[in-house]
């Protein structure tokens, strides 16, 4: 399983706009199904692109923010090693932390992931046919 980065504002405002809004205690996240519209995307091996948005609502310290931040993609990367069964299409994930993620136990972070990964492995995977429409 590989994580990519979500990089850049025009694919973080369409991952923010159409992508379906999943909340959790420490977290709220979009995930939006395809490969991201980016240059260094492969759209032939499925992977999960994980991007972060901390506005000044959460804190009005950079030191913070960033800490929420990392706190959050750090679960992620130690959930997605632990995941026994692979991806079969990309997914687009936007990670809004929310000020509880700052002062929660890192072990409530793990498990709001664990959570969003229960749902993520319910969801109906498209066909074949279906998935080059997807990322369109």
């Given at each position: 399983?590989?994580?990519?980065?979500?990089?850049?504002?025009?694919?973080?405002?369409?991952?923010?706009?159409?992508?379906?809004?999943?909340?959790?205690?420490?977290?709220?996240?979009?995930?939006?199904?395809?490969?991201?519209?980016?240059?260094?995307?492969?759209?032939?091996?499925?992977?999960?692109?994980?991007?972060?948005?901390?506005?000044?609502?959460?804190?009005?310290?950079?030191?913070?923010?960033?800490?929420?931040?990392?706190?959050?993609?750090?679960?992620?990367?130690?959930?997605?090693?632990?995941?026994?069964?692979?991806?079969?299409?990309?997914?687009?994930?936007?990670?809004?932390?929310?000020?509880?993620?700052?002062?929660?136990?890192?072990?409530?972070?793990?498990?709001?992931?664990?959570?969003?990964?229960?749902?993520?492995?319910?969801?109906?995977?498209?066909?074949?046919a279906t998935r080059s429409s997807i990322s369109s």
């Open positions: 399983m590989h994580l990519q980065r979500l990089r850049g504002r025009k694919i973080c405002e369409r991952v923010l706009k159409r992508g379906m809004l999943v909340r959790g205690q420490t977290m709220h996240m979009r995930v939006l199904l395809g490969t991201p519209k980016h240059p260094h995307a492969d759209a032939k091996n499925p992977a999960l692109y994980i991007g972060t948005i901390a506005s000044l609502k959460l804190d009005k310290s950079a030191v913070k923010r960033n800490r929420m931040r990392r706190r959050c993609r750090e679960a992620w990367r130690i959930a997605m090693r632990d995941v026994p069964w692979p991806l079969v299409v990309s997914f687009q994930l936007l990670i809004m932390p929310r000020s509880s993620s700052l002062k929660a136990p890192f072990p409530e972070i793990q498990k709001d992931v664990s959570r969003f990964l229960t749902t993520l492995r319910s969801w109906p995977i498209p066909s074949v």
